[in-house]
């Protein structure tokens, strides 16, 4: 099954925090699901690091796409 991930989610799977509920959770860490992370995440992400609002950092989401194959962005386009 494919998931589209939005920012919240993303961010608080990759600080392990708490508000991530456990079935979403699961999901994230299923190795049958592809999931996709629509672009504008980046930019968001970029944009509440420069804030202090997280510490995940876009190169941090990028590695770690990497070393994920079921992982793909999306672009933002018409």
Do not use: N
Request: aromatic share 6%.
């Amino acid at each position: 099954m494919t998931f589209v991930l939005d920012t919240h989610t993303l961010v608080w799977f990759l600080e392990d925090a708490p508000q991530l509920p456990k079935a979403i959770r699961a999901i994230l860490k299923d190795r049958h699901h592809k999931l996709v992370i629509p672009s504008i995440i980046l930019a968001e992400l970029k944009f509440l690091a420069a804030k202090g609002k997280t510490a995940v950092s876009v190169a941090q989401v990028l590695a770690a796409m990497e070393r994920d194959s079921r992982c793909v962005v999306y672009p933002l386009d018409g």
